[in-house]
């Protein structure tokens, strides 16, 4: 994302997607923007 990584909150929402992948393995519906892998 284009955002500034400084910030907690916004770090949070944003890299998400690439570091956590357990995090995501529950985000079914827009999975293709948060990198994870087909359940």
Same mark, same amino acid.
């Given at each position: 994302g284009g955002r500034v990584r400084d @910030?907690? #909150?916004v770090r949070y929402?944003?890299?998400r997607g690439s =570091?956590?992948? @357990? #995090?995501v393995a529950n =985000?079914?519906?827009s =999975?293709?923007?948060y990198g994870a892998k087909k359940p």
């Amino acid at each position: 994302g284009g955002r500034v990584r400084d @910030l907690p #909150g916004v770090r949070y929402q944003v890299v998400r997607g690439s =570091r956590d992948t @357990l #995090g995501v393995a529950n =985000r079914k519906q827009s =999975r293709s923007r948060y990198g994870a892998k087909k359940p």
